[in-house]
């Protein structure tokens, strides 16, 4: 596969029999990969976030039911090992529609195989596969989403759904990144994305690698931001989008989209046709990931918070489908997202 | 001065010839004074939010003017000195509008005096009074701010606008104190407060030390708060409020109240009548500070952005009054302000 200059990073790498992840939770300070070798280990990877972002979620998930083939060899209850398996990783985190997507596509490559000799091949013949697929729709989603916008604007992102968050390339970071190479986009601003500060520490650091140059916020400036004119579109990624549109993404959207609302900016969710969960009528049937208190107490490990305050941290929220101007994906744009042009968009 | 139960912090002290300030940047984990003898030190001192708040910036100024005093005792050209001094502390923080106006009233007390001896002794007696005032005052808006509040509600707050923020019991805070004893706030939410985490630091410092509980939560997640109906009313301070009733405050604050609205959840200023710059005949005369970029980009001191990376980093913003339904001062309660509503609040 080729990288081009503004597209350098490959989080997710499946060599030597092994999974190895860049440890996103050490940038950008360090660079380090770590290397598993069994599935309930890169279950525990995905709920400590090493890797995180829906669709690298998915693909990480895939390359783990390889792990969980390989370590089933030889037994006579392979079947039943590999599924124990794939409940470890279906567990790990519960908002991210792409996760059970991989899981179940696994699965079935499994159910067609009669070894686990046959199933491993298969299941990492696919999960390349998936790999690939994931980067080239993400250069698809970027040629779309970019479109969309008109030269000379700025955009602001929030979270992290770049090379880092997918295969390659991005989502909602891959529509900035191909906007830029278009000289559509003017300036990108990126909320830090506070708890785990994936603005900071990940957009940043990709954008700067590739040589986007990029300006950071606290959330509370997001308004600020807007009422100056200094922002066209809001471009976020899913971790779930419902059937009629309504998108659970990073704990922080729904105020956004709120915000661009009132200010007349445009908003833009870039994820893949797998992100869309049909079998979720709108976002109150998306379950919402409660994450432990001490993400919002704690800063770099040490306690912040005087001991004895409590917190509220809920890691996604869920935007209505109203707010949302434009939902791109590899398949197309849907404009003013509603169930009936969802289900067109995938021929159902 | 009585400290009541729910009370107990005092952040700007003058003893022994002396200005001591509770340094503020190291709470919660040290409680350390700083020891102050000249006005330059304590302009310094401001700037680099040892100190913070509109109302204890006006009076840690006050006091500066005592030592501004002193220092040019014995001195011929002592007015020019002192003058010079003011000029110090004029220039720490462009935003807070207490800071002038306290400095003008030390200046016109000292205009008044034939000698610095004259004039430390009158500008002493006039900043412990100013002192005495505002938190005598910051009880009158808590108990006039509460009787807003219907009980069982919970209230969001922004920053710090506690006793460390005033003189002492403190401004929107203090309403929540106030409501808090009369049993009428269920529930008290607090952002976090980006860059500087005055929220987590100093507001949940503040209130887990006076018996009150509180959740911490990051400013992305106010809107999920609000959806799940957790919140009646926003309550926060302000560094200036203009005639027209547009209110600079802390950055985050504007976007909160478009949220608030979006909602259906009340908006709360609590301020005293010297936050009123009626000088000032809306928001957008109203400076805004920007503060370094570090600020946002470092964390703890360490670099957590990549390098390369920029800031977009305001310390305020200003919220229009449309958006506020209740502007609590130490004289009245004026609901749905602007301009008629607030010079008749003054008698102007």
Not at 29 to 43: C, G, H, K, L, Y
Not at 171 to 177: S, Y
Not at 287 to 306: D, F, K, W
Request: hydrophobic content about 45%; some cysteine; proline content about 5%.
């Amino acid at each position: 596969m080729t990288i081009q200059p503004s597209d350098s990073i490959r989080p997710v790498r499946f060599e030597d029999g092994a999974l190895r992840l860049l440890d996103q939770r050490r940038l950008p300070s360090e660079e380090t990969e770590q290397v598993f070798t069994d599935a309930p280990a890169v279950a525990d990877a995905i709920r400590e976030m090493v890797v995180r972002g829906a669709p690298a979620i998915g693909i990480t998930a895939a390359f783990g039911m390889v792990l969980a083939c390989r370590n089933a060899r030889g037994q006579t209850d392979w079947r039943a090992r590999i599924e124990a398996d794939a409940g470890h990783l279906r567990d790990a985190r519960p908002t991210a529609v792409n996760l059970f997507w991989a899981l179940e596509r696994m699965q079935r490559v499994i159910a067609g195989c009669a070894t686990p000799e046959a199933a491993e091949s298969a299941c990492q013949e696919a999960a390349q596969a998936m790999l690939e697929a994931d980067i080239a729709g993400n250069r698809q989603m970027g040629a779309l989403g970019a479109e969309l916008i008109e030269p000379g604007q700025g955009v602001l992102t929030h979270c992290n759904t770049g090379s880092l968050a997918t295969g390659g390339y991005g989502t909602a970071l891959g529509v900035i990144r191909a906007g830029w190479d278009a000289g559509r986009v003017r300036a990108v601003y990126a909320d830090e994305t506070r708890p785990w500060l994936q603005g900071s520490r990940l957009t940043a650091w990709e954008l700067v690698r590739d040589g986007i140059p990029v300006q950071l916020l606290c959330e509370g400036a997001a308004a600020s931001l807007m009422r100056e004119g200094r922002v066209g579109w809001v471009i976020v990624g899913a971790d779930r989008i419902a059937a009629n549109g309504d998108t659970a993404n990073k704990i922080g959207t729904y105020g956004l989209a709120l915000l661009a609302r009132a200010h007349g900016v445009r908003f833009m969710v870039a994820a893949p046709v797998a992100t869309i969960d049909f079998a979720t009528a709108d976002g109150s049937g998306i379950p919402i990931e409660q994450r432990p208190e001490r993400e919002v107490l704690e800063l770099a490990g040490q306690m912040v918070a005087a001991p004895g305050a409590r917190a509220y941290n809920p890691a996604f929220d869920v935007t209505p489908a109203e707010l949302i101007d434009a939902i791109v994906t590899e398949r197309g744009v849907v404009r003013t997202p509603d169930r009936t042009r969802l289900a067109a968009l995938v021929g159902r």
